[in-house]
């Protein structure tokens, strides 16, 4: 019984100092990415295989149209909440359904040249349950 009370007082030490080590080790472990949380708590990821589009040389008087395609790369359904045109001379439609991970919803973005000359930048802002600062998409065109 003494030689058993002897090990268990020898070896008890070394036990403590290694599930310490463990639990050190299990603490110290990095935080996820924001991608890592997307994937984790089931969150949709936006993005976009262009953000900017030049339509080149256009005729005054023309309407232009350009697609914008929004992947949803997460993990939960992209909701695509408004998608706001800078200004009058653009039009744009955008889904109403989610879109589910893994597939991409198409923004449709229509420009009319009428009244306008010159180099032409345009911004239309997407909002979406992705992200809290709305993503910006551009168009550039040249008004003769």
């Known amino acids: 019984m003494l030689l058993l009370n002897s090990l268990e007082s020898r070896f008890m030490p070394t036990v403590f100092y290694f599930l310490g080590i463990l639990l050190f080790l299990t603490a110290c472990q990095s935080k996820p990415s924001v991608n890592q949380l997307g994937e984790i708590q089931g969150k949709p990821v936006i993005t976009f295989s262009q953000q900017s589009h030049d339509f080149g040389d256009v005729s005054e008087g023309e309407e232009v149209g350009v697609v914008y395609w929004a992947r949803n790369d997460g993990h939960g359904p992209l909701l695509i909440t408004h998608v706001k045109?800078?200004?009058?001379?653009?039009?744009?439609?955008?889904?109403?359904?989610?879109?589910?991970?893994?597939?991409?919803g198409r923004i449709d973005v229509l420009f009319d040249t009428r009244g306008r000359q010159g180099l032409q930048s345009k911004q239309v802002l997407v909002y979406s349950n992705a992200t809290e600062a709305p993503l910006e998409l551009l168009f550039t065109a040249r008004i003769k």
């Open 85 to 104: 045109a800078g200004c009058g001379c653009t039009s744009v439609k955008w889904p109403n359904e989610p879109v589910a991970p893994g597939d991409s």
